[in-house]
């Protein structure tokens, strides 16, 4: 079983800058991908980055050249750092965990999730 835990969200004015983490559990961090997905209110999940187990990154258009997703296998932690923030950012915001390195774009692609940490971009 993976345990995963979302830290760093908060509120921040359009135009600036917000360090995601996310924290997993277990032996499996480093041949796992990873992923960021976002909810906003009366919306559904959305894919925002990927990393593979090789650190290959994959990004949504609406994020690219403005988020970075990196890992850390020795803290067996991921990271999204998203710079230039706007208001359309706002969302609840997930990590997961693939084992088969998968459908990285899909919420199928994925076995573990953590909770979820809001970040909301005033304008």
């Known amino acids: 079983q993976v345990q995963l835990v979302e830290s760093g969200g908060g509120l921040v004015q359009a135009g600036g800058s917000l360090r995601l983490s996310c924290a997993a559990s277990?032996?499996?961090?480093?041949?796992?991908?990873m992923g960021w997905f976002r909810q906003a209110p009366g919306k559904e999940r959305e894919f925002v980055a990927a990393?593979?187990?090789?650190?290959?990154?994959y990004y949504a258009d609406s994020v690219k050249g403005r988020f970075t997703i990196s890992r850390d296998n020795a803290k067996n932690t991921v990271y999204l750092q998203m710079n230039s923030l706007k208001p359309e950012d706002t969302a609840v915001y997930y990590c997961a965990a693939s084992r088969l390195q998968l459908g990285l774009r899909t919420g199928s692609g994925y076995d573990y999730w953590g909770q979820g940490t809001q970040v909301t971009v005033s304008s």
């Open positions: 277990g032996r499996t961090f480093s041949s796992s991908a």
């Open positions: 990393i593979s187990s090789n650190s290959a990154s």
